[in-house]
């Protein structure tokens, strides 16, 4: 779908660019706030409480930013998707692989999680700060967020030296299984 309009000052063409970078924060976004949800659902063991609690605040974040960047794709001519087809098609990564399982466990591979969507939205912040600055500042604003929920996660995960558990795996089973290990 070509962009017919956009906001002030910026081209159809950049829109149209920015709009497939919002695209894909949109169904990242919806991707971490089911997952966060899933892992509210599942994790068990000492601490579930308090890491169960934890959880539920950053979803309802996540699906604020999910919102604002659907807005923003909106208000630049686009249309976004927001289906379960849409998170699918763009998708670059996995899906969530811990089922029932301890709160370590949960949060060594949500580590991984954050580490693939911080990255990812670190790329999406380059392109719009050559596009627009009003997106590359809501997306700088969600970052600053998401790098400090993993800053939470990370302080379960972590010893008195500032070693992760996890700090070596490259799969979220890895790292689930690292976490059970060194528990």
Known sequence: ????????????????????????????????????????????????????????????????????VAER??????????????????????????????????????DLVYNGVVEDNRKAIAAAGEIDPITEDMLIGQTAELEKFQWFVRAHLEDLGGNLASADSSTEKGAAEATRTDA
């Open 1 to 68: 779908m070509a962009v017919r309009y956009t906001v002030p000052g910026v081209s159809t063409k950049d829109a149209e660019q920015l709009i497939k970078t919002l695209q894909k924060r949109l169904s990242a976004y919806n991707d971490l706030h089911l997952t966060l949800k899933h892992v509210h659902w599942n994790v068990v063991g000492p601490y579930f409480i308090a890491v169960h609690e934890m959880i539920d605040p950053q979803v309802d974040l996540v699906r604020g930013y999910a919102d604002a």
């Open 73 to 110: 794709i909106a208000t630049m001519g686009g249309s976004p998707s927001g289906t379960p087809g849409a998170i699918e098609r763009d998708r670059t990564w996995k899906d969530y692989s811990i089922g029932r399982d301890t709160v370590l466990a949960h949060l060594g591979a949500l």
